[in-house]
Antibody, heavy 127, light 111 residues
């Protein structure tokens, strides 16, 4: 079965760039939308952005100026970079796949539900 | 910006029925699908309702979803409450640019 695993530093200094990678195992990264979602301690879920396997992206407007999501289909991975981090970026970061339904979605958009999530990785922003 | 508003918390007794609302800030909530996720402490979310009212395989039929266009709201109803239903529930939909938007989450206590 398809599994997602987030990886990256658990501690990032203020003003630096947070970098995480999500590795897809047990299946192909092709033909799906892939998202990054975060959850500050004790708070709710916040969608950061998505990437389609072909490379098209869409970001949360509140984070857009600091976020870059990229994909490496040869490694079956997609990545998140969040620049100029502050303590407010401290959170559990999840990667997730949108693939609950059998419908095919092209690069113009998707309204499929998240069906597979990584276990999440805690990232703390602190000096 | 499009937002989804949920009650912060709800509580009900085992065996009873509870409904969690999710109200859209603008436009018609019926214009885009609403998904519902359950999150237990320390775990990633899982889908309990997709496409407004569809249940993924493995989700009991005690869970149901609906849309009320008159109040611009979606609702998640859980009947025959069990202690295992105690969790946080999040609605999620889309803005006009296909960006995903989560509600603030509702903590369900089954007491």
């Amino acid at each position: 079965q398809v599994q997602l695993q987030e990886s990256g530093p658990g501690l990032v200094k203020p003003s630096e760039t947070l970098s995480l990678t999500c590795t897809v195992s047990g299946g192909s990264i092709s033909s799906y939308y892939w998202s990054w979602i975060r959850q500050p301690p004790g708070k709710g879920l916040e969608w950061i952005g998505y990437i389609y396997y072909s490379g098209s992206t869409n970001y949360n407007p509140s984070l857009k100026s600091r976020v870059t999501i990229s994909v490496d289909t040869s490694k079956n991975q997609f990545s998140l970079k969040l620049s100029s981090v502050t303590a407010a970026d401290t959170a559990v970061y999840y990667c997730a796949r949108e693939g609950l339904t059998p419908y095919y979605y092209d690069s113009s958009g998707s309204d499929d539900a998240f069906d597979i999530w990584g276990q999440g990785t805690m990232v703390t922003v602190s000096s | 910006n499009f937002m989804l508003t949920q009650p912060h918390s709800v509580s009900e007794s085992p065996g009873k029925t509870v409904t969690i609302s999710c109200t859209g800030s603008s436009g018609s909530i019926a214009s885009n699908y609403v998904q519902w996720y359950q999150q237990r402490p320390g775990s990633a979310p899982t889908t309990v309702i997709y496409e407004d009212n569809q249940r993924p395989s493995g989700v009991p039929d005690r869970f149901s979803g609906s849309i009320d266009s008159s109040s611009n709201s979606a609702s998640l109803t859980i009947s025959g409450l069990k202690t295992e239903d105690e969790a946080d529930y999040y609605c999620q939909s889309y803005d006009s640019s296909n960006r995903r938007v989560f509600g603030g989450g509702t903590k369900l206590t089954v007491l």
